[in-house]
């Protein structure tokens, strides 16, 4: 499973630039395509009236520079790049002049370089925000200068061009702030988005490697997602599935009993406690259901676990198995209380007692109740044997080695002839405590048959 990673900054950065230089270069091909069509169309000179043809030319300029840049625009190869404020500083010195030719709209021309410096404020991050506008404001002022002082026009004066300055201005930092605070939150949104991305397929491949079969269902019981598991203990088909989630059926159209034990748990009360699983019957197999609900209400949906049946009965097969082990290393505490007690009173009669045969019968009961000692503790060792650290071991040595004990042991030879050596070449795996434990039980189990015998 390949996770995503959070795009590098300054990538992530540039591809989100591009973008929006080319929505801003779309944005100035239209404004001259409109301002071009309009000074074409209309009748009287245009939007110029005093100069219309040079309007015109300066017009279709513009309407050619754009619809290069916006060319450009889509092109990612860096030769064909141009930087930010090289077209913004075109966009300003355009509108500039137009400023300069539409005698009687340089108020509405006006508002194109406020928009302007807006798009290349936000685009830049803010950066060159007070950049542009100074630009602008310095153009905006020379032009206002040459209206009064070089053409002498009238009732003109500088209210118009120092008002438009000062907006230029506010909607750069204004722009200037919002542009920090975008970059922030989209580059948050990123952030999640990809966080988000990582956690479904994370859960996904949980989902999937989970030995249990597990089915999520919404509201309606309409199917939302599986694991292969269930499929392979309900012997539904993967296609099935599939296209059950894609065309958001229920789960009625392809487990109908399913289905119906769903809709019992729905309708039943909660009471906060896990439930057990549920026998479900198959004509192969059995399966152990458990619902658990996804909110509050059961009716909103829910998690179906499958799990086999088997493997719920091997579960309470170990719970007991483990309880009959418990039960075991009691009984074997309680059984040295009272061997405790015979192995003292054993003692106390060998001190007051100096007959030769009644010596070796308490003698006897000396050794055995020391072996039955041995086999509890025998016992209770197995009980806590380490099953993990467990080692091969082959068998043929070990009987050898059994047998050459009992024969120590002086055990007679119709036993001993019963532990047969034909185990070459096979090996067994226990821990090597257990070994032993074998071994001394074994030992011990032959002797006390050996003395009760005598």
């Given at each position: 499973?390949?996770?995503?990673?959070?795009?590098?900054?300054?990538?992530?950065?540039?591809?989100?630039?591009?973008?929006?230089?080319?929505?801003?270069?779309?944005?100035?091909?239209?404004?001259?395509?409109?301002?071009?069509?309009?000074q074409i169309l209309m009748k009287g000179g245009g939007l110029s009236l005093a100069q219309p043809i040079l309007t015109t030319k300066v017009l279709l300029i513009y309407f050619a520079i754009s619809f290069?840049?916006?060319?450009?625009?889509?092109?990612?190869?860096?030769?064909?790049?141009?930087?930010?404020?090289?077209?913004?500083?075109?966009?300003?010195?355009?509108?500039?002049?137009?400023?300069?030719?539409?005698?009687?709209?340089?108020?509405?021309?006006?508002?194109?370089?406020?928009?302007t410096i807006v798009f290349a404020s936000l685009i830049s991050d803010g950066r060159y925000a007070l950049f542009y506008a100074s630009i602008a404001s310095i153009g905006i002022l020379l032009e206002q200068?040459?209206?009064?002082?070089?053409?002498?026009?009238?009732?003109?004066?500088?209210?118009?061009?120092?008002?438009?300055?000062?907006?230029?201005?506010?909607?750069?930092?204004?722009?200037?702030?919002?542009?920090?605070?975008?970059?922030?939150?989209?580059?948050?949104?990123?952030?999640?988005?990809?966080?988000?991305?990582?956690?479904?397929?994370?859960?996904?491949?949980?989902?999937?490697?989970?030995?249990?079969?597990?089915?999520?269902?919404?509201?309606?019981q309409r199917l939302n997602h599986y694991n292969h598991q269930f499929t392979a203990l309900t012997g539904l088909m993967d296609m099935q599935l599939s296209e059950a989630i894609a065309q958001k059926k229920?789960?009625?159209?392809?487990?109908?009993?399913?289905?119906?034990?769903?809709?019992?748990?729905?309708?039943?009360?909660?009471?906060?406690?896990?439930?057990?699983?549920?026998?479900?019957?198959?004509?192969?197999?059995?399966?152990?259901?458990?619902?658990?609900?996804?909110?509050?209400?059961?009716?909103?949906?829910?998690?179906?676990?499958?799990?086999?049946?088997?493997?719920?009965?091997?579960?309470?097969?170990?719970?007991?198995?483990?309880?009959?082990?418990?039960?075991?290393?009691?009984?074997?505490?309680?059984?040295?209380?009272?061997?405790?007690?015979?192995?003292?009173?054993?003692?106390?009669?060998?001190?007051?007692?100096?007959?030769?045969?009644?010596?070796?019968?308490?003698?006897?009961?000396?050794?055995?109740?020391?072996?039955?000692?041995?086999?509890?503790?025998?016992?209770?060792?197995?009980?806590?044997?380490?099953?993990?650290?467990?080692?091969?071991?082959?068998?043929?040595?070990?009987?050898?080695?059994?047998?050459?004990?009992?024969?120590?042991?002086?055990?007679?030879?119709?036993?001993?002839?019963?532990?047969?050596?034909?185990?070459?070449?096979?090996?067994?795996?226990?821990?090597?405590?257990?070994?032993?434990?074998?071994?001394?039980?074994?030992?011990?189990?032959?002797?006390?048959?050996?003395?009760?015998?005598?």
């Amino acid at each position: 499973m390949q996770l995503e990673t959070l795009p590098n900054f300054n990538d992530w950065l540039t591809s989100s630039k591009r973008r929006n230089i080319k929505l801003f270069s779309l944005y100035r091909l239209a404004v001259a395509s409109i301002l071009l069509s309009t000074q074409i169309l209309m009748k009287g000179g245009g939007l110029s009236l005093a100069q219309p043809i040079l309007t015109t030319k300066v017009l279709l300029i513009y309407f050619a520079i754009s619809f290069i840049l916006a060319g450009f625009a889509w092109i990612e190869h860096a030769k064909f790049q141009l930087s930010l404020t090289t077209q913004a500083v075109i966009d300003i010195g355009f509108i500039l002049l137009m400023m300069h030719l539409f005698d009687q709209n340089q108020t509405a021309v006006g508002l194109l370089m406020v928009i302007t410096i807006v798009f290349a404020s936000l685009i830049s991050d803010g950066r060159y925000a007070l950049f542009y506008a100074s630009i602008a404001s310095i153009g905006i002022l020379l032009e206002q200068s040459y209206n009064i002082y070089i053409k002498q026009a009238i009732n003109s004066n500088y209210t118009n061009a120092v008002l438009l300055s000062v907006a230029c201005f506010a909607t750069a930092w204004l722009a200037h702030t919002l542009a920090r605070r975008m970059q922030t939150s989209e580059r948050l949104a990123t952030e999640r988005g990809v966080d988000i991305a990582n956690l479904a397929k994370i859960n996904a491949l949980i989902t999937q490697e989970m030995p249990n079969g597990v089915l999520v269902v919404g509201e309606f019981q309409r199917l939302n997602h599986y694991n292969h598991q269930f499929t392979a203990l309900t012997g539904l088909m993967d296609m099935q599935l599939s296209e059950a989630i894609a065309q958001k059926k229920s789960l009625a159209t392809l487990a109908p009993e399913l289905s119906k034990l769903l809709s019992q748990w729905a309708e039943s009360e909660a009471d906060g406690k896990q439930a057990d699983a549920i026998k479900f019957s198959l004509p192969d197999r059995d399966l152990g259901i458990r619902f658990l609900p996804i909110s509050q209400s059961r009716t909103s949906g829910a998690i179906i676990f499958v799990e086999d049946w088997s493997q719920v009965q091997t579960q309470a097969h170990q719970v007991k198995l483990a309880a009959l082990g418990r039960l075991t290393a009691n009984i074997a505490h309680e059984i040295r209380n009272p061997l405790s007690a015979i192995s003292h009173a054993n003692q106390l009669l060998q001190e007051d007692n100096s007959d030769p045969g009644m010596l070796r019968m308490l003698q006897i009961i000396s050794d055995n109740v020391q072996r039955v000692d041995q086999i509890i503790k025998d016992v209770l060792e197995l009980n806590r044997r380490d099953r993990t650290n467990q080692e091969s071991i082959q068998l043929n040595p070990f009987v050898t080695e059994l047998r050459l004990n009992c024969q120590k042991k002086m055990l007679p030879s119709f036993l001993i002839a019963g532990i047969s050596i034909k185990f070459c070449g096979i090996y067994v795996k226990m821990d090597g405590v257990t070994v032993k434990k074998i071994k001394g039980v074994w030992c011990s189990l032959l002797n006390l048959d050996a003395s009760l015998n005598f």
